[in-house]
């Protein structure tokens, strides 16, 4: 199965900036179902952010709208996060998703930690 790693995770002030990343240990066209980021903060459930479907076309929640968004390197095999205009809302541990059509488990990677406050 492959493996996903989170990087990136960091404090940064409202307003700011910051580009996640999440390393596969294989090919990531090789989850059909696309990949995704989700996140999840304290006391709360865990809520989709993000997706890029493997003809490239993209989707974000609302909130995210307009300052997030997600790319790929399908020759390193990561998928990225960048994120613009963060807000205290956006704190979260965001975690990187792998998904297949037919059944067959997502694999998820251990999360990076978002802190935004000043």
């Known amino acids: 199965q492959v493996q996903l790693e989170e990087s990136g995770g960091t404090l940064v002030q409202p307003g700011g900036s910051q580009t996640l990343s999440c390393a596969a240990s294989?090919?990531?066209?090789?989850?059909?179902?696309?990949m995704a980021w989700y996140r999840q903060a304290p006391g709360k459930e865990r809520e989709w952010v993000a997706s890029?479907?493997?003809?490239?076309?993209?989707s974000y929640r609302d909130s995210v709208m307009g300052r997030f968004i997600i790319s790929r390197d399908t020759e390193k095999n990561t998928v990225a996060l960048r994120m613009h205009n963060l807000k205290p809302e956006d704190t979260a541990v965001y975690l990187c998703?792998?998904?297949?059509?037919?059944?067959?488990?997502?694999?998820w990677g251990q999360g990076t930690q978002v802190t935004v406050s000043s």
């Open positions: 294989g090919s990531i066209l090789s989850f059909s179902a696309g």
């Open positions: 890029i479907r493997n003809d490239g076309g993209t």
């Open positions: 998703w792998g998904g297949h059509y037919g059944g067959r488990a997502a694999s």
